[in-house]
T-cell receptor, first 117, second 112 residues
Framework: EPEVTQTPSHQVTQMGQEVILRCVPI?????FYWYRQILGQKVEFLVS????????KSEIFDDQFSVERPDGSNFTLKIRSTKLEDSAMYFC???????????????FGAGSRLTVL | GQSLEQPSEVTAVEGAIVQINCTYQ??????LSWYQQHDGGAPTFLSY????GLEETGRFSSFLSRSDSYGYLLLQELQMKDSASYFC?????????????FGGGTRVLVKP
């Protein structure tokens, strides 16, 4: 079964450092997303990406965040200068766009746990 | 914007039936989805309702009433492996990026 893969599974960094989280979405999916989940809390939308550009972003996704699709398979989330409150599980997800219901069916990766010290 | 309300926790015994309610407020509406998340795991898609009524997928069913801005997930013949958090999520038709907004999650604890 196709899956979304994420690396690293866990990253520990010092406050102020740059972090890049990597994702390989499902190959025939066209929409890509980053969500985050602080421990014990709900899944929060960060950004969606379609046709090589950001289609929507939340208020969390400020200037410290950026996304990129550097080649045909990878999708990355960069945090320029990490803060303590960025500590969370970051989930990449992808969805089909070929049918109306497809966009409601997100396939999530296993997540990258970011710990900022 | 969107907001979703669901109970924080439900406890039940194996074999029982659990209903998780979800009420939502959104400026547009393009479907109510349900996701399951085990501790330490990723959310996984369970079901989706775009129209009023009941959708059945094995032991799990999901219901939607658009006029009441309300839906529920029904878990039948509960098994220990069903212990997890369950999130409802809505997609706002106006959202250009297909953003799903998730509720706070309902933690279901299944006891022997």
């Amino acid at each position: 079964e196709p899956e979304v893969t994420q690396t690293p599974s866990h990253q520990v960094t010092q406050m102020g450092q740059e972090v890049i989280l990597r994702c390989v979405p499902i190959s025939n999916h066209l929409y890509f997303y980053w969500y985050r989940q602080i421990l014990g809390q709900k899944v929060e939308f960060l950004v969606s990406f379609y046709n090589n550009e950001i289609s929507e972003k939340s208020e969390i996704f400020d200037d410290q965040f950026s996304v990129e699709r550097p080649d045909g398979s990878n999708f990355t989330l960069k945090i320029r200068s990490t803060k303590l409150e960025d500590s969370a599980m970051y989930f990449c997800a992808s969805s089909e766009a070929s049918r109306p219901s497809g966009a409601n069916v997100l396939t999530f990766g296993a997540g990258s746990r970011l710990t900022v010290l | 914007g969107q907001s979703l309300e669901q109970p924080s926790e439900v406890t039940a015994v194996e074999g029982a039936i659990v209903q998780i309610n979800c009420t939502y407020q959104t400026s547009g509406f393009y479907g109510l989805s349900w996701y399951q998340q085990h501790d330490g795991g990723a959310p996984t898609f369970l079901s989706y309702n775009a129209l009023d009524g009941l959708e059945e997928t094995g032991r799990f069913s999901s219901f939607l009433s658009r006029s009441d801005s309300y839906g529920y997930l029904l878990l039948q013949e509960l098994q220990m492996k069903d212990s997890a958090s369950y999130f409802c999520a809505v997609r706002d038709r106006k959202a250009a990026g297909n953003k799903l907004t998730f509720g706070g999650g309902t933690r279901v604890l299944v006891k022997p």
